[in-house]
């Protein structure tokens, strides 16, 4: 399938792959279906989405709480949530092959082999492994489907280490696990990802405002990301449809190559987990202010991220296909804020040792000041550019004959291809 812009999955796998963005799951081995590999650049890319991320929404506030929970969680976690219960899709499985569909993707036989389906039944996507050396029924633990539960269960903790006033949010960022019937569309849907979620206690009178602003908060971060608007969706979702612990929910839709999809979601649980919590494990987890005398169990707003749907939506976004100098070329209009490479530098000439020398000094000192910068000496100065442009790179430095008479180098811009002279001394405030 072909969006407007005329990027293809085939293109943007391809392209993560070959230049060390993302690579296939166990590779060697024929893959596992549902996982990726972060590779150098891919992994650069992701940290500045998270840190970006973890700075708009924990470091610039002071009503946030980090937290960083255990994966494994005691399995009570997840029947007071109800996902041991509920957290399922339909399921159906060939009588003959026994391989397993879910039924809103295939017709009435089995697409491998023909043969019969059995009856409709629901699967429990939570991954489950036994703790300890015990491998009975008694040991079983899940990992964890959501990084929610890890923020309900440390609430007590954090009323008790900081005692908070509400309205105030506690956050994380880390992998969960669904065992996803058919995985598929590269990043979008895998088995293990990785999420950013707040969990933000508010007065139950107040959750209306709360929620409006998380929603402006959504906009402001795809934004700062370089995500066009005109991209992002919103979907109101019936009650139907959603989650058995929310009250109203809204999905911030994609237009992927594959269609509108799912990237982000907003949704307003009440008090549902507290309480849950409170029930099933026996213990008050109230919100309580010792000033005024009042206790009550506060209510929830969620947004919550998936960090590899808006690593997939950013590099689609960001795939351009264009001419440059009479020359087609393909690059990344990446935000220079989450490019992993903030810029190149290279001698104009390799084989120069005056020019490779100087070009040394610029970039070891530069490195010093900005970690994400690449030295680069390969192949001629044209396929350089061609190099950076398409992993995102925003500017390239060259280091030439002029620079060792003025200490000026070549800075040229990925989207324009327009070159400036620039002091070596205003390099680091600039990419900085
Ligand atoms: P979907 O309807 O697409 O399965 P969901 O509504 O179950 O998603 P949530 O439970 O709301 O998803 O999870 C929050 C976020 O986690 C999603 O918006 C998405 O970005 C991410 N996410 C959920 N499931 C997956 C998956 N299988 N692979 C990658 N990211 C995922």
């Not at 169990?297 to 264009?322: F, K, M, N, Q, W």
């Not at 070891?364 to 000496?377: G, H, N, Y």
Request: charged content about 30%.
């Amino acid at each position: 399938m072909q969006s407007e812009s005329g990027v293809t999955m085939e293109k943007i796998v391809s392209l993560a792959k070959r230049r060390g963005f993302i690579y296939p799951g166990s590779e060697i081995y024929g893959g596992l279906a549902g996982t990726w590999d972060y590779g150098p650049l891919g992994i650069e890319l992701k940290n500045n989405i998270k840190n970006l991320w973890w700075r708009l929404f924990v470091q610039e506030r002071d009503d946030m709480y980090g937290v960083d929970a255990a994966i494994l969680m005691n399995p009570r976690v997840w029947e007071a949530s109800g996902h041991v219960s509920g957290f399922s899709d339909p399921l159906v499985e060939c009588k003959k092959c026994k391989r397993r569909y879910r039924p809103d993707q295939v017709e009435k036989k089995c697409p491998e082999c023909g043969g019969e389906f059995g009856p409709l039944r629901q699967f429990n996507m939570m991954f489950k492994t036994h703790i300890g050396a015990t491998g009975d029924e008694s040991s079983i633990v899940y990992l964890r489907p959501e990084t929610a539960g890890g923020m309900f269960v440390n609430f007590k903790n954090i009323m008790d280490s900081f005692h908070p006033r509400l309205p105030f949010g506690i956050a994380q960022t880390g992998k969960a696990f669904r065992n996803e019937i058919a995985p598929r569309d590269f990043l979008f849907r895998t088995r293990e990802f990785e999420q950013m979620e707040v969990e933000y206690f508010v007065r139950p009178e107040e959750w209306e405002s709360n929620f409006e602003q998380w929603r402006q908060e959504t906009y402001r971060y795809i934004a700062m990301l370089g995500i066009p608007r005109e991209l992002v969706h919103e979907l109101e979702v019936p009650e139907n449809e959603r989650a058995h612990y929310s009250r109203r929910t809204i999905d911030f839709e994609f237009d992927f190559p594959f269609g509108r999809k799912e990237l982000a979601g907003l949704a307003y649980r009440t008090d549902f987990d507290l309480s849950a919590h409170s029930k099933e494990s026996g213990v008050e987890l109230s919100y309580q202010n010792d000033e005024s005398g009042e206790k009550f169990c506060p209510h929830v707003i969620e947004p919550s991220y998936g960090v590899d749907r808006l690593v997939l939506a950013i590099l689609t976004a960001a795939y351009v296909e264009d001419e440059l100098g009479g020359e087609k070329r393909v690059y990344l209009k990446l935000n220079p804020k989450i490019a992993p490479v903030s810029a190149a530098v290279f001698p104009l000439l390799k084989n120069k040792p005056e020019l490779v020398s100087k070009a040394r000094e610029v970039y070891v000192s530069l490195k010093r000041e900005v970690p994400q910068i690449m030295w680069d000496d390969n192949g001629n100065i044209g396929k350089r550019y061609r190099r950076q442009d398409e992993i995102g790179t925003p500017a390239c430095i060259t280091i030439d004959f002029q620079t060792l008479e003025d200490d000026t180098v070549t800075v040229r811009d990925r989207d324009t291809g327009k070159q400036e002279r620039v002091l070596i001394a205003d390099l680091a405030t600039r990419f900085a």
